[in-house]
Each structure stands twice: as C-alpha cells, then as structure tokens.
C-alpha cells in the first residue's frame, strides 16, 4: 500500500495546484479591493444602479479595446451563443445590482455574511426547481448555514430591510447564473476570460435602460454635486477603481471557473468572502457585537461544512455530471 509520504504529485499536477492557487489568492485579492472602493463610492454617492452599470460598462469597454488590439482574441460566437447567453445575463444583472443595492444600505461585511448563504440557496433550487434530491447530511448542514444567518441578520446593529433583501434577491440570481453559466461554457469555444466579457457586454445592455428608469440623470446630477462637495474629486477615482476591479476580479473567477470543478469554486468563494469581511470591518471599523459575530461565524462554518458533506456524499464525477455545476 502506498504511504502518504510516498505520493509525488507529478509536475504537471504540481504546476496546475500553482496555477489555480495564483487564480484564488488573485480574486481574493480583486475582491476585497472591489468590495472596499465600492463602498467607499456608495458611501459618497449612494446610486447603487449607475455604480453597477458602470462596473459593467467599464469591464465591457476594457474588452472591446483588448479585442480591438488583439490585445485578446475576440471569441468566436453565433446567435445561438448569444441566445444561451441571455439567461445568464439576466440572472448576472439582477444579482449584482441586487449585491450593491444591498451593500448601499448596510455594511459590506453584513452582505457578505447573507451572501455566504449562497450553498443553501444552490441545494434549495436543486432541490425544488430542479428536481434533484440530496442526502439528509446535506440538508442537515444547511442548518447551521441558514441559523448563523438568522443570528447574524437578528442582531446586525444597522439592519436594514432593503439591504437584506438585496442580499437575499442575489444569492438566488447567482445560484441561476452559475447553473446556466456552466452550461453554456461546456463545450469550450469561448474561453473563461471571453465568456465574462460577453456576459458583461450583454448585462449592460440589459441593465442600462433600468438604471436610467431607477435613478435617472438628474438624480445622479444632484448627487455627483454632493459628492464632490463632501468628499472632493476623488470619488471620481473611486468610481473608476470599483468599477475596473470588479471587471478584474469577476475575470479571474471565471478563469478560475473553467479549470476546477464547481466545489472548488463555491470553497474558494466562502474563503473569499472571510477577507472581505474581516478586511471591510477593519477598514470601515464596522461595529460588531460578539453574537453578532457568532452568527456569522456559524454562517461560515456551516458553508465548511456543506462542502465537506458534499464531497462525502458523492462520488465527484457524479456531482459534476449530474448535479449540473449548481454548487456556488
Ligand atoms: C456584485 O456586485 O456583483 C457583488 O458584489 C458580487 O458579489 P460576489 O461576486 O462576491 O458574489
């Protein structure tokens, strides 16, 4: 039998744990800077809608100038790609504008801790939409999830409905992305980095026309006079710093999308939502009482522990084949 100590990775294998270590520690990384300038920009100018948009718009027109130069090669796409692509669009719009909606009436580290719901989310819509069913430990590990969430939103010293809500409304739009998402990238003609750029460009468009029906130019007028009277011109680099980060870090992940499996994934955004949290609480200093921290301390831990049940329960090639890459 062989010993652990035995067991040398090959160097091919070696070189891809590398590479999708690099893909990780970068999209944290983005994350947590995404996370801190958007707040810093919602805080100063709070139109979470025109802030999606631009975040879009951004990540869109750094795409089309990489295709241009060929800088990238531009994807080569049909109608039919396109026609996938649309649901997808649907569910990335809603659930980012629903994200910053919600971060534009809480603190960033209160998002996140709702957000770390998302696996609970995956399992429910497998479960009733989807027709799939799970063992008992997996909907026994949901507990925890779903009561540190309960606990955390209970005693949040700034709750607020909107910004739970929002919160909430994402988890569900992005379990539906990911699920269409991965469906559309079988196959592999258009590659990780190209398929978020064309989700980016198609979510624009979808989502410019509500933005403008939301908020409207002259409220932004207003508030962009505001802004630059509290806090100066620097909210302008801000706006630009947010919006070119979350292009980044959105990016990454979808590179790193197309070279694990679906667990790894849902794994590395649990770990990455603990140093957006704990960085966001440090820098906005956001008050947090110990139960508060209990709460999303079970949260978390619960997410460890879907994973764990997860991969116990199932044979591997099982989930990624028959589970439809639902686990986010
Ligand atoms: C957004 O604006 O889309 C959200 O902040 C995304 O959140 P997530 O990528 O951490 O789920």
């Given at each position: ?6 067991v ?13 270590s690099?893909?990780?520690a970068?999209?944290?990384a ?28 951004c ?8 295709w ?58 497998s ?16 507990l ?31 379990v ?25 460009i ?93 709460g999303?301390?079970?949260a ?13 329960s199932?044979d ?13």
């Open positions: 039998k062989e010993s652990k100590a035995e040398v990775p090959a160097p091919s294998e070696a070189a891809a744990k590398l590479k999708i690099i893909y990780f970068t999209w944290w983005l994350n947590v800077i995404f996370n801190i300038y958007n707040k810093k920009v919602l805080n100063a100018f709070p139109y979470p809608w025109l802030t999606s948009t631009l975040s879009l718009a990540g869109s027109a750094m795409m089309l100038f990489s241009a130069t060929r800088l990238v090669e531009a994807p080569n796409t049909d109608e039919d790609f396109w026609k996938a692509l649309f649901p997808v669009a649907v569910a990335h719009t809603i659930g980012h504008v629903a994200a910053t909606v919600s971060m534009s009436k809480v603190a960033v580290s209160f998002t996140h801790i709702i957000k770390s719901a998302e696996p609970a989310f995956s399992v429910l819509v479960r009733f939409i989807l027709g799939e069913s799970f063992p008992m430990p997996v909907y026994l590990s949901l925890p999830i779903i009561g540190g969430c309960g606990l955390a939103a209970a005693t949040e010293l700034n709750f607020n409905m909107i910004g739970f809500m929002g919160a909430m409304i994402s988890n569900l739009a992005f539906f992305r990911n699920i269409f998402s991965k469906r559309g990238m079988k196959g592999k003609s258009v590659s990780g980095m190209n398929y978020y750029a064309c989700l980016s198609m979510s624009l468009v979808i989502l410019t026309p509500f933005a403008i029906a939301m908020e409207g130019p002259q409220m932004w007028a207003a508030g962009w006079q505001t802004a630059l009277k509290e806090v100066g011109p620097n909210v302008l680099w801000w706006i630009a710093a947010q919006s070119v980060f979350y292009h980044l870090y959105n990016q990454v992940s979808y590179m790193s999308l197309d070279q694990i499996s679906p667990l790894t994934f849902s794994i590395g955004n649990t770990m990455k939502r603990i140093s957006v949290i704990v960085s966001s609480i440090i820098i906005f200093r956001t008050p947090v009482r110990p139960v508060n921290a209990l999303a301390a079970i978390i831990f619960g997410t460890f522990l879907y994973s764990q049940v997860i991969l116990v199932f591997f090639l099982f989930v990624v084949t028959k589970m439809n890459f639902c686990f986010c």
